[in-house]
Every structure is written in C-alpha cells, then in structure tokens.
Nanobody, 123 residues
C-alpha cells in the first residue's frame, strides 16, 4: 500500500523558514512526480509545487516563486519543500501527493496523498 508522510510543519514568524519533508513507505518516490499542495481554512486545495520523476523539472505557483524550492533526495526516498520568507498567507495544511507525472498539476488530481502537516505563519 502506498503511503506518504509529511513532516516539518509548525509555527514560524513572518519572514522565517521551514523545510517540509515527504517520505514514503511501500514504494520508491523517484519513480513518481511529487506535488505539494496546501489548503487554508475555507479555501480550496491549491497546487504549490511539483517535481517530475523523468528529468527533475520543477513547477511553482506564482505566489511562491522565488521563496519556495522543491527538491528530492532519492537516497533518502524523500522530497523536500524549502520555504523561505514565509508570509501569513502561507498559513495552511500542506500535503504531498504522488502521481506518474506533473501533467495534471496544479489540479489536485494526484493518485496518492499524505495526511498533511500544519504550517502557521504568525507573529
């Protein structure tokens, strides 16, 4: 059974940084595209970033370009989302998800999902 687990969320002040991790059990992440999505209270889930499995291409939402970086460490079977210069509007539950490609990103149509990790940006 495919399982994804996010970690690294927490409370951070505006301008601060966090690194989210997405780990997996039951399958090897490097064969899949991995997307990060977020959902704030009362809002729809939105795509934040995606990294492909084929050539490592990366995609970002305009709202996070230049501040967030997605990367993968195949040796650790982990995908990371480095988040810098965080803003209060980045507050949300962040989810990682797996799919054969980033083709459907930023739509939340990915096959397998983690349980989410809360990120709160507040002073």
């Amino acid at each position: 059974q495919v399982q994804l687990v996010e970690s690294g969320g927490g409370l951070v002040q505006p301008g601060g940084s966090l690194r989210l991790s997405c780990g997996a059990s039951g399958f090897t992440l490097d064969y899949y595209a991995i997307g990060w999505f977020r959902q704030a209270p009362g809002k729809e889930r939105e795509g934040v970033s995606c990294i492909s499995s084929s050539d490592g291409s990366t995609y970002y939402a305009d709202s996070v370009k230049g501040r967030f970086t997605i990367s993968r460490d195949n040796a650790k079977n982990t995908v990371y989302l480095q988040m810098n210069s965080l803003k209060p509007e980045d507050t949300a539950v962040y989810y990682c998800a797996a799919d054969p490609s980033c083709r459907t990103y930023p739509m939340a149509d990915f096959t397998s999902w983690g349980q989410g990790t809360q990120v709160t940006v507040s002073s």
